[in-house]
């Protein structure tokens, strides 16, 4: 069975660091392009960034580039997001999601993804 699981998520101060992680099972990771997706609450899902099945590609969301790397480790079948400089507007829940693609395509919008975790929180303070 298909399932991806998020960790990593928690209370840090303005411009702290935090590192999530995303480990998947039952299937093969590396056929998979990857993102990671956040909801504040009374807000939509929105698109943080997105990886391709290598890694070898990347896209991130305009408020947090610069700030956050996207990377995976297709051995260990693990997806991270290391997040710095951290503000209080990055408060939320933040999700981790797959869908098969096995041929470079980036994925931008959460309608595009098939397997979601239940998310993992993130609460900046200022």
């Known amino acids: 069975q298909m399932q991806v699981v998020e960790s990593g998520g928690g209370l840090v101060q303005a411009g702290g660091s935090l590192r999530l992680s995303c480990t998947a099972s039952?299937?093969?990771?590396?056929?998979?392009?990857m993102g990671w997706f956040r909801q504040a609450p009374g807000k939509e899902r929105e698109g943080v960034s997105c990886?391709?099945?290598?890694?070898?590609?990347?896209y991130y969301a305009d408020s947090v580039k610069g700030r956050f790397t996207i990377s995976r480790d297709n051995a260990k079948n693990t997806l991270y997001l290391q997040m710095s400089s951290l503000k209080p507007e990055d408060t939320a829940m933040y999700y981790c999601?797959?869908?098969?693609?096995?041929?470079?395509?980036?994925?931008?919008?959460?309608?595009?993804?098939?397997?979601w975790g239940q998310g993992t929180q993130v609460t900046v303070s200022s």
């Open positions: 999601a797959a869908r098969f693609d096995p041929y470079d395509g980036l994925w931008y919008a959460p309608g595009e993804y098939v397997y």
């Open positions: 990886i391709n099945w290598s890694g070898g590609s990347t």
């Open positions: 039952g299937l093969t990771f590396g056929d998979y392009a």
